[in-house]
Each structure stands twice: as structure tokens, then as C-alpha cells.
């Protein structure tokens, strides 16, 4: 079995500033990790994924994640936030790469002011 | 242009009443799910698809059922809803086979908000 754990339900940031979403996974085989990203009253569309190789994703929007494997991690980073950044974002994980098995965090909502 | 299309948006209904929500997606995915949204406890699972005629149940199945009669439909059906049906409910979809960079990658629609009174 798999699981994610998003650490802080709710992040806030100056405009300008680095984004850090945290986000451990466990799982019982090389995970396939993924970040999801929801606007307001929207569905969810794809931020990056890490399946093998590089542990460093970029995505879009200026987003990458980092997998370190010794510390089940797969934290999101942005350098400089924008307001058009504010949003809800969801880490999944999946074992093998199935989408049937695609288990996701509780999420995390940031919040970009001023 | 390849979407996930859920209708209706919105819901409001009253217990028992029984109602069902589509889900079509146009991309000829083989795989498609059905999740629940609720504050604090992110997406779960309620049933998915691995192709025609073939569904299993997700984490939170009881209340809900499915069928895949098309491989592009894949409705949500509450037979006798209850107010801890109230939820943001999203389906997607997903390819699951051939060698395209967004294999096992899924694609959602934009959600149905259904309030059980």
C-alpha cells in the first residue's frame, strides 16, 4: 500500500518569493510520484511527474520537484510565486506507474499576496 | 479538443432521489475513475475502469455504482443518495497502454458539486 502525507493544509507566500510544498510518500515498491494542480472551480490538471531517471522534474509554470529517494520526498519548488499561482495543489503517488493505483495527498492550498 | 466533459456541474437533490452523473471523456483513454472531493481528506477513489465492461471498486465505493458500456462514457450512478454523498465528485481519464508520454497520466474533468438534503 501506498500513502502521501502533504505537510501544512494551507501555505501562504509574498508575490516575489520562493514557493516550498512539502510532500512525503511511502509506498512498498519505486514509487511514480505526481503533482497535481486545482484553480478555483476547475478540475485537476497536471503539474510534473517523476517516473525513473532524473530526480529532478521540471513542470510547468515554472514549477519543478526533486525526488530524493532516502527521504521519501518530493517537495514542489517555484523560485519567485505569482499571484496566478494561487491554487490548490495535490501530490499523488502511484507503485508502477498505474493509473488504477493513484493515491493522493490531502493537498495543500496557497495562498499568494502582495 | 481532447476533454474530460461531467454533467451536470451542479446538483442539489433530496435523499433517495435517485440520480446519476456523466462522465465522457474523447481521447479514447482505456482507463477511467471516479473520485470524491471533501475538505481535509483530499481525492478518493470511489470506483474505476480498466476498459469496456471491466470496473472494480476504488476506496470509498458503498452508495455508488458505475458501468462502461462505451469505452467513452463511464456514468456515476447514486441510487438512494444520502447527505454524506454531498461532495465535489471528478471523473478521469487515462491511457493505460502504447508508448505516449502521458501513458498512466490522468486527465480530469472539470467536477460535479452535489449537495444530498
Known amino acids: 500500500a501506498q500513502s502521501v502525507t502533504q505537510l501544512g493544509s494551507h501555505v501562504s507566500v509574498s508575490e516575489g518569493a520562493l514557493v516550498l510544498l512539502r510532500c512525503n510518500y511511502s509506498?512498498?515498491?519505486?514509487?511514480?510520484l505526481f503533482w497535481y494542480v486545482q484553480y478555483p472551480n476547475q478540475g485537476l490538471q497536471l503539474l510534473l511527474k517523476?517516473?525513473?531517471?532524473?530526480?529532478l522534474v521540471k513542470g510547468i509554470n515554472g514549477f519543478e520537484a526533486e525526488f530524493k529517494k532516502s527521504e521519501t520526498s518530493f517537495h514542489l519548488t517555484k523560485p519567485s510565486a505569482h499571484m496566478s499561482d494561487a491554487a490548490e495543489y495535490f501530490c499523488?503517488?502511484?507503485?508502477?506507474?498505474?493509473?488504477?493505483?493513484?493515491?493522493f495527498g490531502t493537498g495543500t492550498r496557497l495562498q499568494v499576496t502582495l | 479538443e481532447a476533454q474530460v466533459t461531467q454533467n451536470p456541474r451542479y446538483l442539489i437533490t433530496v435523499t433517495g432521489k435517485k440520480l446519476t452523473v456523466t462522465c465522457s471523456q474523447n481521447?479514447?483513454?482505456?482507463?477511467m475513475s471516479w473520485y470524491r472531493q471533501d475538505p481535509g481528506l483530499g481525492l478518493r477513489q470511489i470506483y474505476y475502469?480498466?476498459?469496456?465492461?471491466?470496473?472494480d471498486k476504488g476506496d470509498v465505493p458503498e452508495g455508488y455504482k458505475v458501468s462502461r458500456k462505451e469505452k467513452r462514457n463511464f456514468p456515476l450512478i447514486l441510487e438512494s443518495p444520502s447527505p454524506n454523498q454531498t461532495s465535489l465528485y471528478f471523473c478521469?481519464?487515462?491511457?493505460?497502454?502504447?508508448?505516449?508520454?502521458?501513458?498512466?497520466?490522468?486527465?480530469f474533468g472539470a467536477g460535479t458539486r452535489l449537495s444530498v438534503l
Open positions: 478521469a481519464s487515462s491511457p493505460i497502454t502504447g508508448t505516449s508520454d502521458d501513458k498512466n497520466i490522468q486527465y
Open positions: 509506498s512498498s515498491v519505486p514509487p511514480y
Open positions: 517523476y517516473t525513473t531517471g532524473a530526480t
Open positions: 499523488a503517488v502511484s507503485p508502477t506507474g498505474t493509473a488504477s493505483k493513484l493515491t
Open positions: 481521447m479514447n483513454h482505456e482507463y
Open positions: 475502469s480498466m476498459n469496456v465492461e471491466v470496473t
